[in-house]
């Protein structure tokens, strides 16, 4: 969808507003894990979304493990010691700055979210953690961020970063902002970084898959948890110009998995794509 093309969720207006009455992206996941931080609009919208497909709580345990393998991957096989995690969400169970400080103490974190809720959890879990922040920003805005000097402060951008966008773009709804905020974000990173992203994922191909996508979308379409899944075509877009890290935009279960998989596989794990790449 274009910018041109105005759907009625456009007009939803995102993230910032505190409203305990209606689901939230961040609280969401964090009902989805397990969490205490959460509303019962919350877990009204995951009984709703595990009536449209199961396995929405398996699929969010696995992001984060996937999530955790290539944070892992990043501060111990290639020397990244400073990490922006974009749209970070609600803190859980292992969170960047934990996962990365456990292999480096000095590695510095910045999280950056709009959301009220998120930033008075994080600072609160911050306080005593001088190299981790986290910044009230709008991440659409990559130009105005990235020049601002309360991040400059904390991240060298002419230093590697490893830039983390985990399940966030598929909550900016339109295809154009979703793009231009990852490649506005890639244009500030210095050669040798590395952006690992997440996306709800439209096969876009009549399948059952496809067709578990679209009740999805359609769902929560008026919602403030609406979301946009995306196909490969377009998920592959936020990497250009960098070079993929194998095995390249995959399924989560997998990239780089930890061993045998335990658990069963869910319709939703066939519904996100996540894959990293490095800056030339
Ligand atoms: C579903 S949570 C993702 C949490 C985390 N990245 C993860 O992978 O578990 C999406 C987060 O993105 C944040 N977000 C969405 N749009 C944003 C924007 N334009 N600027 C800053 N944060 C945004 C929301 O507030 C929410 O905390």
């Known amino acids: 969808m274009s910018a041109a093309e105005s759907e009625p969720w456009d007009e939803y207006p995102r993230g ?10 961040a609280r969401l996941f964090d009902a989805l894990l397990g969490g205490r931080d959460n509303y019962a609009a919350d877990r009204e919208a995951v009984t709703k979304l595990s009536a449209l497909a199961p396995g929405a709580h398996q699929m969010t345990r696995d992001h984060r493990e996937w999530f955790s393998r290539a944070l892992r991957l990043l501060v111990t096989q290639r020397g990244v010691d400073q990490f922006i995690d974009l749209g970070s969400g609600l803190p859980t169970v292992d969170n960047t700055h934990q996962i990365v400080q456990r292999h480096n103490p000095d ?3 910045v999280y950056i979210d709009n959301d009220p809720v998120v930033l008075a959890h994080g600072r609160a879990l911050l306080e005593e953690n001088d190299n981790t922040h ?12 990235t020049s601002d000097p309360d991040l400059r402060r904390r991240i060298n951008f002419d230093r590697p970063i490893g830039l983390m966008l985990c399940m966030v773009t598929g909550f900016l ?34 399948s059952h898959y496809a067709d578990i996508a679209h009740a999805l979308r359609d769902g929560f379409r008026n919602s403030k ?39 069963k596989l869910n319709d939703l794990n066939f519904l996100i794509l996540g894959g990293m790449g490095r800056k030339p």
Request: charged share 25%.
């Open 16 to 25: 910032a507003a505190l409203d305990f009455d209606a689901p939230n992206q």
């Open 107 to 109: 590695a510095k974190v």
């Open 134 to 145: 986290i910044l009230d920003y709008d991440i659409t805005e990559p130009e105005f961020v």
């Open 173 to 206: 709804l339109d295809d154009v902002v979703a793009r231009a905020t990852v490649h506005g974000w890639v244009d500030a990173l210095a050669p040798g970084s590395y952006v690992v992203v997440s996306q709800q994922y439209d096969p876009a191909d009549g």
């Open 225 to 263: 948890i609406a979301t946009a899944f995306r196909d490969r075509h377009e998920i592959e877009s936020y990497f250009k110009g960098l070079e993929m890290v194998e095995p390249g935009l995959s399924y989560l279960h997998e990239w780089w998995p930890d061993g045998p998989r335990m658990a």
